[in-house]
């Protein structure tokens, strides 16, 4: 009788330490992830940034900034920017997938209308032709009840530049991505890669 006491007890812990597992997995999921677009977050790129590995694999970090933002959640409200959020990043993500292959990037929210992404290798193209391609699926994208074309700037900077420093490198690629918005938006400038 004891041994089916016992029986009971290890299954009711087991059990137990596969809910609490799945809870820890859920709240580092979380922690992780963007609530509205399920991309990487700040927090994560945070990570990244302190990883060796990250700096040594990444050949460029953009940050991009949805044109007009304000605009749309000003004339549309905020469910619709929400909407605008959204349908941006899953199109950037799918088109960054198609021209450099699902493991080649990492899209991260940064916050508000900005994203961040580690670009790992270009796939024989030049980083212009690549922005120039992101730009152009993005003009194409048609959200219902939405007057405006989605355009973005972004600023670009190059890590072998500074050391292997992705934070040298982001603030390069963000001070960069300043120069675009004040430039007239829907451009993209890019850091001279310094070519040993």
């Known amino acids: 009788m004891s041994a089916i006491f016992f029986i009971i007890a290890v ?8 809910e609490r597992k799945e809870d820890v997995d859920d709240l580092t999921l979380q922690a992780n992830k963007d609530e509205l677009t399920q991309f990487y977050n700040l927090y994560h790129l945070n ?9 040594r694999q990444t ?5 991009i900034d949805l044109d007009y933002f304000k605009t749309v959640n000003d004339q549309h409200g905020h469910s619709m ?17 198609r021209e450099l292959g699902e493991n080649n990037f990492e899209l991260y929210r940064y916050g508000g209308e900005e994203f961040v992404v580690t670009i790992k290798t270009l796939k024989e193209k030049s980083m212009e032709a690549l922005f120039d391609i992101l730009q152009t699926s993005i003009s194409n994208v048609d959200i219902a009840s939405l007057d405006q074309k989605l355009s973005f700037s972004a600023g670009i900077a190059y890590l072998a530049n ?11 690629a963000d001070k960069l991505l300043y120069v675009a918005k004040t430039s007239g938006r829907e451009q993209t400038r890019i850091e001279v890669e310094n070519i040993l």
């Open 11 to 18: 299954d009711r812990f087991n059990r137990s330490l596969i």
């Open 81 to 97: 920017g929400n909407q605008v959020l959204v349908t941006f990043s899953q199109h950037l993500h799918q088109c960054l997938t």
């Open 162 to 172: 500074h050391d292997f420093d992705p934070v040298k490198t982001f603030d390069i």
């Open 59 to 63: 050949l460029a970090i953009a940050v």
């Open 47 to 55: 990570k990244d940034f302190s990883s060796r590995q990250l700096n």
